[in-house]
């Protein structure tokens, strides 16, 4: 891990003097070369290993504690500030009822997430209606009406072919069964595809969403920062959604994404159930990133 | 960095950063980058455009230089190709697309419909052998996958497939319980057809970071991968990690997805990938 990483390179400092430029120098290669590997945006590594080196150069060095584990505090306590900071859940207030979009590229994990919201607003004594707006990717609507069913869950199951359209009515169905949050499951679409853009963005002014959630795949890599900044250009969203976290990828775009938008990751998602989600924390994201 | 006549050291930092925010990591572009430098070394005064080439040919012989094909001979009976990965990677579509351009080959395709575990999974790839006009094999929902894969594979003996087409359900290479049951469908093809599976296709999303080779080491180990297919390339995503993949493991790429349509599958061919990565 970062730390026994970072022993060899205080070897010479134990105990004495101060964290110089020239020590800390070789600790951020290694720092940056532990954050590239963990899939953060390289612009990203750049922008933060500036931070600790901030942080950490003219730091006296403490006493007991070795100089490497010493940075590796400054590096988790910044990654900490960064990934943290604002309370980061989704915006479900409003008069009902109130619309959430769930968006993102293909396979990221939307339809799934769309039935662990479910779950969790069911818990927090909320009720629930999904909405299955793709129906371009083959038995898409199928996959969420059996999630909703499985999971008790109301959930449209109108004929119409254009999302637009079938948004509009499961609007007007949630009404009726007098369902207080929509969550609306989106087809998955490239952030570079101008058409489909178009299509998010008649959704959202059609039934005008209080919270867009984009739906991210915990194993993305450098990609994070194009989506997350097409997305944000494009569409606009409120929060993220960092999905398949119950595998062993780092999970990098946190930071990337965090640090480029300025968007809190609300949730985790931890497995196919839909009971498998969590609210994000930062400090184990940090510990998890750096491990 | 094109577009400069002399090669300066501030563009060996900006063709490692074209390197990394490809996803090829840092240790293959460091390699890149030293083994272009040593290059460039003798060459005088280099120009953009000669270390580019040299770079791109570079990229290109990592990569094996040549396409690889399918290994579709399947003897006296059908050849059998295993379709694993990730959640969502693109396996049911890929199957979908490989079907159709087999079958478009005037070869006798059978679709497997091996994931009895996700929701609407047997729809979804039913969808797609429709599409293709291939016949599919599907049991019941909550099945046991190698039960299954068995029933498809005496199909395609009874009705003299050419190739066989087993899709599997997405699954973490973490999760050990579910690693086996892959072992387990993979050991029922050898049983059944001596000599199967003949093509063992690990599907990689091409937006995935440097996890992808952890995810090729661990079925690799598992299952024995044969061939690699990077789909959803038409994106923005440049799935350099193929190259840690190959330095690392020794598995080729073989197939790419570049779309989401019937049509939207082609050969992986090294240098047509190290020009769309150092254009
Ligand atoms: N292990 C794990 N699998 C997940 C998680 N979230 C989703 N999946 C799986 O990932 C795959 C894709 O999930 P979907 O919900 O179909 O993804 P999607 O974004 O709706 O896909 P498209 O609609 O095609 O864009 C499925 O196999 C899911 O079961 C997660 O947090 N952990
Ligand atoms: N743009 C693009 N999308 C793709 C490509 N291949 C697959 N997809 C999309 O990615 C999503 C997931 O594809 P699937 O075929 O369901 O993936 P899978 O690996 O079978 O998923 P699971 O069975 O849930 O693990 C779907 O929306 C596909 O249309 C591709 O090459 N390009
Ligand atoms: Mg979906
Ligand atoms: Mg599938």
């Known amino acids: 891990d970062l730390s026994s990483r970072l022993e060899g390179v205080f070897k010479s400092l134990r105990g004495r003097g101060v964290l110089t430029e020239d020590n800390v120098r070789e600790a951020l290669r290694e720092i940056r070369r532990a954050l590239l590997e963990a899939d953060v945006h390289y612009k990203v590594a750049k922008d933060f290993v500036k931070r600790v080196e901030e942080r950490a150069v003219g730091q006296e060095v403490l006493k007991g504690i070795h100089p490497g584990q010493q940075v590796v505090k400054v590096v988790h306590d910044e990654m900490v500030q960064l990934l943290g900071g604002t309370v980061a859940e989704p915006n479900i207030t409003g008069s009902p009822p109130v619309p959430v979009m769930v968006v993102g590229l293909q396979g990221s994990g939307k339809t799934t997430t769309c039935a662990k919201l479910a779950n969790w607003l069911k818990k927090k004594g909320r009720r629930p209606y999904l909405v299955p707006a793709d129906p371009y990717r083959p038995a898409a609507r199928d996959q969420l009406i059996k999630l909703a069913q499985a999971n008790g869950h109301a959930v449209y199951e109108g004929p119409e072919e254009d999302p637009v359209e079938i948004c509009r009515r499961g609007m007007q169905e949630a009404v009726r069964a007098a369902a207080d949050v929509v969550l609306l499951d989106t087809a998955g679409r490239l952030h570079v595809d101008d058409e489909l853009m178009e299509e998010l963005r008649q959704v959202r002014a059609t039934v005008k969403p209080h919270e867009i959630l984009l739906v991210v795949d915990g194993m993305i890599g450098q990609d994070s920062v194009n989506v997350a900044e097409q997305f944000r250009e494009k569409l606009g969203f409120d929060g993220v959604v960092l999905t398949k976290m119950d595998g062993d990828a780092r999970g990098g775009a946190a930071l990337s994404i965090r640090h480029v938008t300025g968007v809190p990751i609300k949730f985790l998602g931890v497995g196919e159930s839909a009971d498998a989600l969590e609210p994000f924390h930062p400090d184990r994201m940090a510990s998890r990133i750096l491990n | ?279």
Do not use: C
């Not at chain 2, 996803?23 to 890149?32: P, R």
């Not at chain 2, 460039?40 to 690889?68: C, H, M, N, Y």
């Not at chain 2, 059908?78 to 959640?87: K, T």
């Open chain 2, 1 to 279: 960095v094109k577009g400069r006549s002399s090669f300066d050291e501030g563009m060996w930092e900006e063709i490692e950063e074209l390197l990394l925010r490809s996803d090829t990591g840092a240790a293959v572009a460091e390699e890149i980058v030293d083994e272009l430098r040593l290059a460039s070394g003798r060459w005088g005064k280099p120009d953009a455009e000669q270390v580019f080439s040299q770079l791109r040919e570079s990229i290109a012989t990592r990569l094996g230089g040549e396409p690889v094909p399918l290994q579709l001979d399947g003897g006296e009976g059908p050849a059998v190709v295993l379709v694993i990965g990730v959640n969502g990677a693109g396996k049911t579509t890929s199957i979908g697309k490989l079907a159709a351009r087999l079958s478009g080959e005037g070869k006798r395709v059978l679709v497997v419909a091996g994931d009895t575990y996700r929701m609407a999974a047997m729809e979804q790839l039913a969808v797609w052998a429709d599409r293709a006009d291939v016949p599919i094999v599907k049991g019941k929902e909550g099945a046991d996958a190698a039960a299954v894969v068995w029933d498809g594979l005496e199909a395609g003996v009874r009705r003299g497939s050419d190739v066989i087409l087993v899709d599997t359900a997405g699954r973490l290479h973490t999760k050990s319980g579910l690693m086996d049951e892959l072992v387990k469908v993979r050991r029922v093809i050898e049983k059944r057809l001596p000599g199967a599976p003949h093509e063992v296709l690990l599907v990689l999303d091409g937006t995935t970071g440097q996890n992808a080779i952890q995810q090729a080491r661990v079925f690799g180990e598992s299952l024995g991968v044969t061939g690699l297919v990077l789909a959803k390339l038409d994106g923005t995503a440049k799935g350099g990690v193929v190259m840690a993949i190959r330095r690392e493991l020794d598995v080729p790429v073989k197939l790419i997805g570049v779309g989401e349509k019937l049509e939207d599958l082609q050969d992986f061919d090294p240098a047509a990938f190290a020009e769309a990565l150092a254009p």
